[in-house]
């Protein structure tokens, strides 16, 4: 069983038993007393084991490895010793390698008081040898593993350090993969929750967790609510399938919450994470290439954002996998899909683009029309970046009329020009001449409306149609911006009586079709929804 733990400074017994007793209500089953800073009254310690709600591990942590406290060894280690010795005994104490193997004097009083092979005392405390690089990955982490797995005395192997990548996370399974002991591997920073979410999936003893948020005690610590809600904790197991959103930055994704609450409502035993990776192709192959060559991760599939869907075309084409047509036209793919069976790599890996599909539907089932009948459209388009790109290509293959606005006129021109053999005819159109008379549909890829410039439009009143047919029923005005969640676009154009379609809209669509191509089961929209409207 892998435990989610607490971890806690100690301020005070008051707080400490409060703040456990909170962990204990959210899910937590173990908590680690910090006591880094509590170390002038021991008696107090051994209070607050003894009152402690769930068993529990005691470190004081010194500054020499990240902790807190300053003061010297002597006094550190023999209080360690007297909580040892108390009444009640804490489950385990955790005490740094370097620190234990600095002196035999030292070790005999930790010998003292914790369950060995040679103990004579009654006691059930078990010894946490660890190790801490706040830094990077230590030169010799393969050697202090090694000599935690050899000391009698250790009943579990710590390690934990700040990830220079993810994939250094690989290298956190393969210690919890082949432990002589139980053992906790924890990478730190930005890059290193995948350790923490899937201790579990990799039989950790356990994984640490903040009871709130600003309560963490290590870089990159989640809290337990984050690893009980938003990343499924209860239901990881040895064959969790993981997914995730690689881009950079990610931390703002909202796709981790939605893709989860998914897997949750259908029962797909998935997770689905924050995956960072540097901007360059280098880096986004050679982690790909270490995820997928690793097969106890599992790793199924993933959303790929800013800036690296055009990598994730190449990285599939020069492995051999299979590429979406229309993601190939439009030079960007959104969406990997790992499929079962194979190497690891060929054509078992296959780029698509959901992106553009999602402003189809969304636009379909604004009008309440099928696909065919986008044919008979006259569709605008606002912006010839990114997303314009994918939004054009869509509707063009589906065989509408798209006149492009862009304010750049040459960048209208070119893309125009891109998509000329489609089916459906692009026009490139200068942004002066922009009005609301001539379409159907109007669809804004530009930025204009965006938080924080919430006041602006790209549709400014006063270039209306000047009296002509102008918005009205039957208009549909699409936003692709999704923050704020109405626009001031938006809202001009339900004043004025149109269908309008916010960018939360195609966000939604474009992860259900992600969704439906690594589950195979239809995406649980409402679910979605109900996610991106809650928060
Ligand atoms: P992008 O590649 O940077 O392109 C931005 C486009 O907007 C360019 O054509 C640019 O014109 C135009 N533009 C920028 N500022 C403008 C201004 N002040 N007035 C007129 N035109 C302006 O960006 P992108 O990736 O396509 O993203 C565009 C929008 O799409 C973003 O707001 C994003 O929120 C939204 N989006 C939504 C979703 C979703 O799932 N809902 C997905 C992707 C994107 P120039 O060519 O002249 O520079």
Redesign the pocket.
């Known amino acids: 069983m892998t435990h989610l733990a607490a971890s806690i400074f100690v301020r005070s017994v008051e707080q400490a038993v409060a703040d456990a007793a909170v962990a204990a209500e959210r899910g937590a089953d173990l908590v680690e007393y910090r006591i880094d800073q509590f170390t002038d009254h021991p008696p107090a310690v051994s209070r607050l084991v003894e009152r402690s709600p769930l068993p529990c591990i005691v470190t004081c942590r010194p500054t020499w490895e990240g902790g807190e406290y300053d003061g010297d060894e002597q006094t550190r280690i023999s209080l360690l010793e007297q909580v040892g010795l108390g009444e009640s005994r804490p489950a385990y104490i955790d005490l740094e390698l370097a620190a234990y193997q600095s002196s035999a004097n030292l070790r005999q009083k930790v010998n003292l008081v914790i369950d060995h092979p040679e103990q004579v005392r009654p006691t059930d405390t078990g010894l946490i040898l660890s190790s801490h690089d706040f830094e990077s990955r230590p030169a010799d982490l393969y050697q202090r593993v090694e000599a935690m797995a050899l000391a009698p005395a250790c009943r579990v192997i710590k390690v934990a350090w700040k990830a220079r990548s993810l994939r250094d996370n690989l290298e956190a399974f393969e210690i919890l993969a082949h432990r002589a002991k139980p053992a906790i591997a924890l990478c730190m920073g930005e890059y290193g929750l995948p350790s923490r979410v899937l201790a579990k999936k990799f039989g950790a003893l356990l994984t640490f967790a903040a009871v709130d948020d600003d309560a963490g005690t290590a870089p990159g610590q989640p809290t337990i609510d984050q690893l009980k809600r938003l990343y499924r904790w209860d239901a990881i197991d040895e064959a969790t399938r993981v997914y995730g959103v690689i881009g950079h930055p990610v931390v703002h994704s909202r796709s981790p919450a939605i893709h989860n609450a998914g897997f949750a409502a259908a029962q797909f035993n998935g997770v689905y994470l924050p995956l960072p990776i540097l901007p360059a192709y280098e880096s986004f192959k050679a982690t790909l290439i270490a995820l997928l060559d690793y097969p106890p991760l599992h790793f199924s599939g993933a959303s790929v954002t800013?800036p690296h869907k055009e990598n994730l075309l190449r990285f599939v084409r020069e492995m051999g996998g299979e590429v979406d047509p229309l993601a190939q036209r439009i030079g960007a793919a959104n969406t990997l899909t790992v499929r079962e069976g194979g190497g690891p790599f060929g054509p078992r890996l296959h780029a698509s683009n959901t992106?553009y599909a999602?402003a189809l539907d969304a636009v379909c089932d604004g009008m309440g029309i099928s696909r065919e009948e986008l044919s008979n459209l006259r569709i605008a388009v606002?912006?010839?970046?990114?997303?314009?790109r994918a939004i054009v290509a869509g509707f063009a293959q589906a065989g509408a009329s798209v006149v492009l606005y862009?304010?750049?006129f040459d960048?209208a021109k070119a893309l125009a020009e891109a998509f000329a053999d489609l089916p459906g005819k692009v026009v490139p159109a200068r942004?002066e001449k922009l009005c609301d008379s001539c379409c159907q549909v109007y669809i804004n890829?530009?930025?204009?409306g965006?938080f924080p410039d919430v006041n602006q439009s790209?549709m400014p009143k006063g270039k209306r149609g000047k009296g002509q047919s102008g918005w009205g029923p039957g208009t549909v005005v699409f936003d692709?911006?999704?923050n704020p969640p109405v626009t001031k676009l938006l809202e001009e154009a339900h004043q004025a009586g149109c269908v309008t379609i916010p960018?939360?809209e195609?966000?939604i669509r474009?992860a259900a079709g992600q969704f439906e191509q690594w589950t195979g089961k239809s995406a649980p929209i409402l679910v979605f929804r109900g996610v991106l409207g809650g928060e």
């Open positions: 800013i992106d999602a606002l912006g010839a970046g990114g997303a314009a862009n304010r750049t960048k942004w890829c530009t930025p204009v965006m790209p692709t911006i999704y960018g939360a195609m966000f474009q």
